[in-house]
């Protein structure tokens, strides 16, 4: 799909829309005329009244060769079978200059059906990919290609999209592979590159580069942000900051990705805000050279209880007045975002936002929603790795940004006074655990018992991820950056009487 | 699937949710001993690690016959393929006291598959049903199966589901057709109903009643709002009146459907607001025996631009204090809904949300969108067809409820002085058909030129489309009640650089 973005969705079921392909694939045959470079273009195209996704290899204005997408990915992310069919393709390997060269497109690699077939000799196996970005994934990706090069006896070539569309991360590290299913060229992660190199089964293993899990994150982030505000034109960025981790990581991202100068931050303090609050977002913004606005909410607080006063005299104060507070300051992010145009990033991670810890319509405002896929313990772990480390592409050039206290005290929304998260929610490091069975493994409750975790957190866990899916429902979007995201990945019903 | 209700989604994908429906399944199994009737349970089963979408007959503690559904769709709202598996079924027919009998199941009716097949005489042909409801859907049922019923010279029955899931509208209208293809009974629509009749191959016709399209939908809407609100455990509902045409419909819904003291209407005026609606309004209020509450938001507004103002006054006055009314309105509208524990219900129609004519966090707040998926024109239709007739199940047993006035003025948003909704947009009968072109029917730009309709209007309204993407990515679920209903029917990418 390299002509058309990946995944275009609905957009394949519009027929201007796969006209303008065709338009655009006939100028690229005609720019290829004259040429004898072999030209690799990835489309969608309808054939008797499907449609598939095709290769198409071409050469000197001609169309030299074609395959197309066996596999359709109908899970997770992925409706291909809503879109695409997948004919029974019986297209013999491409043969090039007595080379035999098999093409794979994207999840024809990700299935073992080959072990059914013919063992014979392959010369290069190509296969082209927009391969989201998970956490873990490229192991799984070298692992299938490295099976199928060592059953060909074949070199591999796994050439991925690098870049973002909405949720989705594409993190490129295309990479070459031997015949014994090794990497020996290794490109860049995150970040567009180029390469040649000569076909020769000689080929000499380069210097391969080693990961950090909290590096390949940050790094995803960046890339998602980037991409999301410029394909959608946003210049600007800002956020709210409140002196806890997650706008403080959410506001270090941001200023490593896009200059200083587009960046506002905002801090809207309540009387429930503490003092530390306020000096810890006042030396962060220091550190990452960043002017933030106080704009006390205060007022407004009191007036709109003012104003209630005569039907909520009746009731006892309970979670309105929180959300009161909270949905404040989202009326006064958006209302920067309209006047400033600038695009308003919502600082909630994944935990919250699972167990509904979180105000539809206050701190849940905003057009991206940079940590939804990020588990508060990962929130901690990315801060650290990120006082620690600088690299080339950052903006901000120097280490520890994020002040040791914000890391170190206990979180809390303040909404009241000596509110703690620990109040309401069992401890980060326990419940991020049970949301990591429940939610991305799908276990059951003996399962989650037999690791160790008590009954009761598991079954109130469940409720409240089951009470808090219409928040989810109208959640921003943000990137996928886990095997299980909380967007589509993750289609469970509002209306929903399962218990564990 | 009448055991777990439809659609489950992802609960298909849990152990636990499987091995569940199994125990219910053993249950209900026992629960057929010592009886002779036939009972038919329609379940997922896991066969051989896939799930398929199973239907059996069960009789005097056996399961004497099973089929599987074997047309899985995936459009639309379905994603069946994501779930089930369809394996090649060689099933034959259920013969019982020597007459064949054939079993179908939802999507396996809607294929012409059968004409392939060998031209048997059946008996009774039987297709159990979750089929959500579109206007204009129940002739294309009736449709399929009368080609089938000739085909195979069968009587044929067709039970469908009464209720709603999340926004799938199931409207029953289970019916009997003879061999001739033509309905015999025909049941209610939009509620349960039990029958009983003798299968004789002289089934006399029994009277079937006539259907207006507005009956149907306002009955649709009104089944879509009962089952979530009881299903979501909601006894209380409340909406903000503005004295325009959206939120008069919705109270009017809303007053026929569930008891008036569980409904809390609200009027929230600014500066803006015009005597005539606060009139109008009241009388709304008046003919539907509701109370209306007025809480004006004039100090809150002014409260908020002088916050904003060391900030705004560098800036022209924009949308942004629009948007700050309407977000004032969502604030206290949320306030009452968690100090209430009711449900708001958001009052925005199918015109609007299409190109993003409100205000996310706003007018948009709420957890169910009650005209989500209902163009202005009909809005507007639906009142004067409700102004005109009162059904049996209405809660108020009233005529022209819904004052003429708000009917025949310009529709304006009020958000500033003489706003109207023409100053931004085409008029509504023109927007509409644009839109059901665009959205609706995925048509492109020659097709819509063709039609009569301005260039530059379905460029502009592409335009709208495409750049409120993101909103409709935040809204409020809403029952589906057309064909292409802006949630799960309609998937685009917010980053979308397609122009027509």
């Not at 994934?137 to 090069?149: D, G, I, P, T």
């Not at 990581?249 to 100068?261: G, P």
């Amino acid at each position: 799909m390299s002509l058309t973005g990946y995944p275009p969705q609905d957009l394949l079921l519009r027929k201007d829309f796969l006209i303008k392909v065709e338009v655009f694939k006939k100028k690229i045959i005609n720019l290829t005329k004259k040429k004898n470079t072999i030209f690799a273009l990835s489309i969608p195209l309808l054939k008797n009244d499907v449609i598939v996704n095709a290769l198409l290899l071409i050469q000197s204005g001609e169309i030299i060769y074609s395959i197309q997408k066996k596999i359709l990915p109908n899970y997770g992310v992925f409706d291909e079978k809503r879109y695409f069919s997948s004919i029974k393709d019986k297209t013999q390997y491409f043969n090039y200059k007595n080379k035999k060269i098999e093409f794979l497109i994207c999840e024809d690699m990700w299935t073992n059906d080959f072990i059914h077939k013919k063992k014979i000799k392959l010369d290069l196996i190509i296969v082209i990919n927009a391969s989201p970005f998970e956490i873990g994934k490229f192991k799984l990706r070298k692992s299938h290609a490295s099976k199928r090069a060592k059953y060909f006896n074949s070199s591999l070539v796994y050439v991925n999209l690098v870049g973002s569309q909405d949720d989705l991360i594409f993190d490129g590290g295309s990479f070459v592979m031997n015949q014994l299913g090794k990497v020996v060229i290794q490109e860049k992660f995150f970040e567009e590159s180029e390469m040649s190199f000569i076909y020769d089964s000689k080929i000499k293993k380069r210097q391969i580069m080693k990961f950090n899990k909290y590096e390949n994150l940050y790094r995803a982030l960046m890339l998602g942000l980037k991409n999301y505000m410029f394909k959608n034109d946003f210049r600007l960025a800002h956020l709210g900051l409140s002196g806890g981790v997650d706008s403080a990581l959410t506001l270090a991202i941001l200023a490593d990705t896009i200059d200083s100068k587009n960046i506002y931050s905002f801090y809207l303090p309540s009387k429930y805000s503490s003092n530390d609050s306020k000096k810890d977002a006042e030396m962060l913004s220091n550190n990452l050279g960043i002017k933030t606005s106080e704009i006390s909410i205060e007022i407004l607080r009191n007036t709109i209880l003012k104003q209630l006063n005569p039907i909520f005299k009746n009731y006892k104060e309970d979670v309105t007045e929180e959300n009161i507070q909270s949905r404040l300051r989202g009326l006064i992010l958006m209302a920067l975002s309209n006047k400033l145009n600038s695009l308003l990033i919502t600082t909630g991670n994944k935990s919250e936002l699972a167990v509904g810890y979180s105000t539809l319509y206050g701190d849940m405002c905003g057009g991206y929603s940079l940590l939804k896929d990020v588990y508060k313990t990962d929130v901690f772990e990315l801060c650290r790795w990120r006082n620690k480390n600088v690299l080339n592409d950052f903006k901000v050039k120097r280490n520890n940004i994020i002040p040791e206290k914000i890391l170190t005290k206990e979180p809390s929304a303040e909404l009241k006074y000596d509110q703690k998260d620990s109040d309401f929610l069992p401890p980060y490091d326990i419940l991020d655990k049970i949301l990591a069975y429940l939610i991305d493994e799908n276990r059951d409750i003996k399962f989650i018992m037999k690791k160790g975790f008590a009954k009761n957190d598991v079954i109130k866990i469940w409720k409240m991820i089951k009470s808090s899916e219409f928040k989810r429902y109208q959640s921003a979007i943000g990137p996928k950056v886990s095997k299980m995201s909380l967007s589509q990945d993750r289609r469970f019903p509002i209306t929903n009487r399962f218990d564990l």
